[in-house]
């Protein structure tokens, strides 16, 4: 049992490390090439869509596409990712993450009002501590720039999806919704994303599969290693996406978030691993 947690923590360092490389892949794409961010989150749901269809055989649950709760779902996570790849065209990854990360805080508040999920005390003053943290990065009203803006409209989108993922975890496999978010989240991009299409190069081509390959399979890592192991073992690993976004964003563009970004990073660190000590 003990190596068997040891794997499925090796998962989530590599599954938390491709999420910030496909986003670092869509920043060079939006930021050096001149793609648009729309372009980029399109790619990156038909490279997925493709590389998830072939793990899966041609298998398709079909009646998913007829259920408006599946679209829903859908767009969220659409809208959420090109809000992201918007941010990054003007803000190093690190901090664009920090703001990213008010989406588990606003997925808690929603899975309260919306699910019914009980809340105690002690988690409620953790969350505002993350909340806190999320201030820190992006200090509204202080020097918060559009793509830190942006970047929180990301979380909040992705905050959505993922209460939208709770509700919707019984009606299929993990698998065919990750399917199906790609399939449907490419249908939707595909008007704004193929208007402005980049000059198809071979560096073009090469970060667009970059992209959509190490996101999918980040995400893809990540349910396998939940199916390995419970949640609540797992769940403070998610925040490696910080630390390897820092480091992506040092040793690629030669940025590091400044101090008060610095403490707001660690304080949602923090309150996220306690915030799961409390739950269990």
């Known amino acids: 049992m003990k ?33 648009s961010p729309f372009f980029v989150a399109f790619s990156r749901f038909a490279v997925g869509a493709v590389m998830i269809a072939l793990i899966l055989g041609g298998r398709v649950h079909w009646h998913l596409y007829r259920d408006w709760r599946v679209w829903l779902r859908a767009g969220l996570i659409a809208a959420g990712i090109a809000s ?3 941010a ?22 929603l899975s309260v009002r919306l699910l019914g999920e009980r809340v105690t005390r ?8 993350g909340f806190c943290g999320v201030l820190l990065v992006v200090r509204p009203g202080f020097g918060m720039t559009p793509g830190l803006g942006f970047a929180v409209l990301a979380g909040l989108f992705y905050g959505g999806f993922l209460t939208a993922s709770r509700w919707l975890a019984d009606i299929a496999p993990p698998r065919q919704l990750m399917l199906s978010q790609t399939v449907l989240g490419t249908v939707l991009l595909a008007p704004l994303g ?11 081509s090469e970060l667009v599969l970059l992209s959509g390959v190490a996101s999918a399979s980040g995400n893809l890592l990540l349910v396998l290693a939940y199916r390995r192991t419970g949640a609540t073992v797992l769940a403070p ?9 820092t480091v992506l964003g040092w040793t690629v563009f030669g940025t ?18 306690a915030t799961v000590m409390v739950r269990r």
């Open 194 to 204: 193929l208007v402005d299409v980049p000059e198809v190069t071979a560096t073009v």
């Open 84 to 86: 992201i790849l918007t």
């Open 237 to 245: 690993f998610v925040y490696f996406q910080l630390i390897s976004a």
């Open 3 to 35: 190596r068997e947690m040891l794997g499925s923590v090796a998962l989530m360092f590599v599954a938390m490390s491709l999420i910030p490389l496909g986003d670092t892949a869509g920043k060079l794409l939006t930021g050096g090439h001149g793609a």
């Open 256 to 273: 590091f978030p400044d101090t008060l970004a610095l403490v707001g990073l660690a304080l949602l660190v923090g309150a996220g691993l």
């Open 122 to 129: 002690a988690q409620t003053v953790l969350l505002i501590a």
């Open 88 to 109: 990054l065209r003007t803000e190093d990854i690190a901090t664009t993450f920090g703001a990213f990360f008010i989406g588990p805080i606003f997925s808690y508040v």
